[in-house]
Nanobody, 120 residues
């Protein structure tokens, strides 16, 4: 069965760090662009970061630039989101999603999400 499984969320104090993982099951991320998206209560879903497994190119949203880093492991089965200097406004459910193309635009697969809560 093809699925994405996120982990690493939790409760952290403002200024702290978390690393989220997105593991592919039943396939690899070859030729996919993998995005981390988040949705906070009452807000629209936001693309936080994206990485192309083929080209290694990345996108990072302005709201998290300089604080979040996306990476992919050599086996192309796990994508990470390192989140540093967390702020209260980073509180959201974080999802990973896979687009079978060069950009994070139209996703074939999406995980169930992992909740990140930043205490101010």
């Amino acid at each position: 069965e093809v699925q994405l499984v996120e982990s690493g969320g939790g409760l952290v104090q403002a200024g702290g760090s978390l690393r989220l993982s997105c593991a592919a099951a039943g396939f690899t991320f070859d030729d996919y662009a993998i995005g981390w998206l988040r949705q906070a209560p009452g807000k629209e879903r936001e693309l936080v970061s994206c990485i192309s497994s083929r080209h290694g190119s990345t996108f990072v949203a302005g709201s998290v630039k300089g604080r979040f880093t996306i990476s992919i492991d050599a086996s192309k089965t796990t994508v990470y989101l390192q989140m540093n200097s967390l702020k209260f406004e980073d509180t959201a459910v974080y999802y990973c999603a896979a687009d079978h193309g060069p950009h994070c635009a139209s996703y074939e697969y999406r995980g169930q999400g992992t909740r990140v809560t930043v205490a101010s």
